[in-house]
């Protein structure tokens, strides 16, 4: 229980420049095991690039990114060695994108979609890789029979499932999504969404998800940060933030959603 | 009768700043307490606030000031300055909340929406769903329904959904807004009967009821909103 409490991220003050132009600005927060975080805000208020910062992508201009890992304690993801970074980020960390092309290996078989993350950590059973591939694509509801097929046969909200089952079967613990909903008609959206609030719940998935997608962050996250700028200007409970929002910026975000 | 969540000198004002930022005062000094086993109505006239108070109570609105403490875990948590872990922990074990809008994802079985609390305070599944089902049959929907998400359902039935899934676990403290609203004689009776249910294993409940009959059958008090409102005492 006392290692539920304890945070497995911590940001501080994270800051990152290009050039004279703020990316983002003194980003600080904590996220714990299980818990989803959204970020929200328009078009180039920052939230890819803090994504991108946290999740070892881009090393920020200033601030520190600290993981609890699985096995030396808490460590500064940009003070690791290259090699080590790596291994964290295809074994604890996963990361889904907004477009499924720039996650999947689209001339390979989704079936070795799958496996290639289980083969990174060490796997060589091949018997046990396809099953577990089979299994995952059982999970995100994808067909046995579509094993052997390339993903650029599949629809595109097919495409997103799969590459979720590639990110989670190494079952990590803290999880990136940029937009994942984004491209997908509504119909679609539903059932990432479903599937996604079931995963995160039953894999105890702590989840960093940016979105401009209110409802979406709604419907996932239980905290939300707004950003306006490269700034964090609100940040909280997701229901208090989105239902009473009390900076001009939220307000104005909040007041703009068409009701439906 | 031991107390189970107590507000004091609560203010609460809305600033819009979209609109010229005015400021719009709603309470001031509000004193409020709930104690296990009783049913206190929210009263005043529509648009004097009731929703906004028991917003703030479940910590979706936040106050501008004073301190609303709830009992948690043998514990007095101040929700208005609470952490989100704890007010998300706090939701999940303490405080019940029927409100009147269902807010799910599209697709998701009834059952499984009705289950869901349940199984998030770490019931088994089988035990989670057989409550779920024993809920779902009391309040009249039919079973054929269960699978389907309530979405496509009537305002009635969605209603419904939202009461069952709201009552399917022991909350210490319950909120209950307008719970009676769209519903016809016999489910109307119903949810009397597990209001009653509530009271009598000790649940504290606060509730908004449009109708005077249902308020005389099942609260045991009332607190009049408009008393508390800015400048109502002038």
Redesign the interface.
């Known amino acids: 229980m006392t290692q539920m409490n304890e945070p497995l991220l911590r940001v501080e003050d994270l800051t990152m420049m290009y050039g004279d132009r703020v990316g983002c600005k003194d980003v600080s927060f904590e996220l ?1 095991p299980g ?1 989803v975080l959204g970020i929200v805000g328009e078009s180039g208020s920052g939230k890819s690039t803090l994504l991108r910062s946290i999740s070892a992508q881009q090393e920020p201009t200033n601030g520190t990114v600290e993981y609890q890992t699985r096995i030396d304690g808490v460590r500064d993801v940009y003070q690791m060695s290259e090699a080590q970074r790596r291994l964290l980020m295809r074994t604890d960390w996963a990361f889904v994108h907004q477009n499924p092309r720039d996650g999947l290996r689209m001339n390979v078989s989704a079936g070795a979609n799958i496996g290639e993350r289980l083969m990174a950590i060490g796997d060589r059973h091949y018997g046990n890789i396809r099953n577990n591939a089979d299994s995952w694509l059982g999970k995100v509801e994808i067909a046995s029979e579509r094993l052997d097929d390339l993903p650029s046969t599949f629809s595109g909200g097919m495409q997103q499932r799969l590459q979720i089952a590639r990110n989670l079967v190494t079952s990590p613990r803290l999880v990136f999504m940029d937009e994942p909903t984004g491209g997908l008609d509504v ?1 679609v959206q ?2 990432l ?2 599937l996604l ?1 079931g995963l995160v ?1 039953d894999l105890n998935l702590a989840v960093i998800i940016v979105t401009h997608d209110l409802a979406v962050a ?2 996932l996250s ?2 939300l940060m707004v950003m306006q700028q490269g700034k964090v200007i609100e940040h ?5 933030v989105l ?2 929002p ?3 910026y939220t ?2 975000l909040v ?1 703009s959603i068409l009701q439906n | 009768m031991s107390e189970m969540l107590h507000a004091q000198n609560v203010a609460k004002s ?5 609109q010229g ?1 005015v400021t719009i005062p709603v309470f001031e000094g509000v004193e409020f307490m709930l104690s296990a086993g009783e049913c206190i109505a929210l009263t005043g006239e529509s648009g004097s606030g009731k929703s906004t108070f028991m ?1 703030m109570l479940y ?4 106050c501008s000031q004073g301190s609303i403490k709830v009992l948690h875990d043998g514990d007095w948590l101040d929700i208005t300055t609470a952490s ?2 704890s ?2 922990e706090i939701r999940k074990r303490t405080l019940g909340y029927v409100s009147q809008f269902l ?1 799910v ?4 079985p009834t059952l499984d929406i009705v289950a869901e609390p349940l199984v ?1 305070l770490g019931t088994d599944r089988k035990t989670a769903t057989d409550k779920a089902r024993d809920l779902l049959t009391r309040l009249r929907i039919p079973e054929r329904l269960w699978q389907l998400s309530p979405l496509t359902f009537s305002g009635g039935e969605q209603q419904r959904v939202n009461i069952a899934r709201g009552f399917i676990a022991d909350y210490p403290i319950m909120l209950l807004d307008e719970p009676t609203a769209s519903l016809d004689v016999q489910n109307r009776a119903t949810v009397l009967a597990l209001i009653e249910e509530a009271k009598s294993r000790g649940a504290a409940i606060a509730g908004i009821f449009h109708d005077h009959e249902t308020r005389d059958a099942v609260c045991t008090g009332s607190f009049d909103v408009t008393s508390f409102k800015v400048g109502a005492n002038d």
């Open positions: 714990r818990e119909s539903a059932r969404l479903d609030r719940h709604r419907l239980h905290r909280g409970l997701t229901d208090q239902d009473d009390q900076h001009p307000q104005l007041s | 809305f600033t819009l700043h979209t930022s917003r910590a979706n609105y936040t989100p872990h007010i998300l807010r994802i599209p697709r998701v998030a």
